[in-house]
């Protein structure tokens, strides 16, 4: 890992210490937190220097992802969407549009990427935001819905129709006619700035409109989800090395009938079962993030495939986390009760799992001899 990242990763510890419970119950995270990770480049990593970033591998920022995902999943998902603006720009945006927008992100500001609908989550031919230009304006209007992190947002990726194909525009979030309603009580990732938007003939400039206009909409999204994919799986990672640890300690110290938990042959089942599904996530990962780094064409279906794996394992991992600590792991305050809610979420977000195994399955097909 590179000396920024592994620096990072004690100054995740330090900042978020035994705060991350609190943090849940409250569904709020301290946003001087969060813009302190931004300005260090930490929330987008892979940003190229020349922009403000690290310039981190896909492999460096996922080691760096999972570390985060084991202490508090809700600053990774905050990670994930302002890694998926950054990506969503370094792809489909011009030279100057980069310049304008890169730096933002890198230094402290804040972003959302804006996909679902209230009629459109998976089925993006559903999609109704519209995104229209005439001259020096464009003009934005619909509504999106499980928007992560827009609480916090300065910005917003939109995706929406444009033309007869689709765009996708950089909303400043204090626009007039941005409305912004917090999602309430979230299942999973509590803190993480979940919220449903609404826009309402918002102007901005056209320049705000990044390139790639007229491709379909699918195919434009794919560039985002891929890195989002990327992202929830190295945190699924996380997740179940965070569980892994708790379960073996709590294992390690609590005797019942004489003996400690760690010896009872079940016990160690979930134990031996915990360990087994963190190594195959992390490989899983660890495959997808070295064809991102070598540009391999398989890149995005490795992508997928770490995804479907990691957040699987991490929902079985993490009920099996819950059943060794008991009623010791029965609370919001603990790091089980939160896995366990978190990474049911994993398993609908950035693809649910069932749209997955359709990528897969298709793929196989295509592939077979």
């Known amino acids: 890992m590179s000396e920024p990242l592994a620096d990072g990763r004690e100054l995740v510890a330090s900042l ?32 190229p220097a020349e922009f403000g970033g690290l310039g981190a591998s ?25 890694g998926m603006a950054a990506w ?46 005439s001259g020096r304006t464009a003009v934005v209007t619909g509504r999106k819905k499980w928007t992560t992190a827009a609480v916090y947002a300065d910005v917003i990726v939109v995706f929406g129709r444009y033309g007869d194909g689709a765009g996708a525009v950089v909303v400043p979030a204090s626009a007039p006619g941005v409305h912004v309603a917090p999602v309430e009580n979230p299942l999973g990732c509590r803190a993480a ?7 309402d003939a918002v102007r901005v400039p056209a320049e705000n409109v990044l390139g790639g206009t007229g491709f379909s909409l699918p ?19 996380g997740i179940l090395r965070g569980c892994l640890s708790a379960a073996a300690h709590h294992a390690r110290s609590r005797e019942q009938f004489g003996k400690p938990l760690a010896d009872h042959q079940l016990v160690q089942r979930h134990l031996a079962d915990l360990l087994a599904a963190e190594q195959i996530s992390r490989r899983a990962c660890e495959h997808a993030s070295r064809c991102w780094d070598a540009g391999s064409p398989e890149a995005v279906t490795a992508a997928v495939l770490a995804k479907y794996v990691a957040a699987a394992h991490a929902a079985r991992g993490a009920a099996a986390a819950v059943q060794v600590l008991a009623s010791a792991g029965a609370t919001d305050q603990q790091l089980v009760a939160r896995a366990y809610r978190d990474s049911k979420l994993m398993e609908i977000i950035e693809g649910s799992n069932e749209i997955c195994q359709m990528i897969l399955a298709d793929h196989a097909v295509a592939t077979a001899c």
């Open 88 to 133: 969503s720009i370094q792809r489909l945006a011009d030279a100057q549009q980069r310049r304008a927008f890169l730096p933002q992100l890198t230094s402290g500001g804040l972003a959302a990427v804006a996909f679902s609908e209230p009629e459109a989550g998976s089925d993006l031919s559903a999609v109704s935001t519209e995104i229209t230009s």
């Open 16 to 47: 978020i210490g035994d705060e991350a419970g609190a943090w849940d119950v409250a569904g709020r995270l301290p946003a001087e937190l969060l813009r302190d990770l931004g300005a260090r480049g930490l929330l987008c990593a892979q940003v």
């Open 219 to 237: 195919l434009l999204v794919t560039a985002a989800l891929a890195y989002g994919r990327m992202s929830v799986a190295w945190g699924c990672a």
């Open 193 to 199: 700035g979940h919220a449903n938007l609404t826009f």
């Open 58 to 82: 896909s492999l460096d920022n996922g080691e760096f992802t999972a570390h985060v995902g084991s202490i508090c999943s809700s600053v990774r998902s905050v990670m994930t969407s302002q």
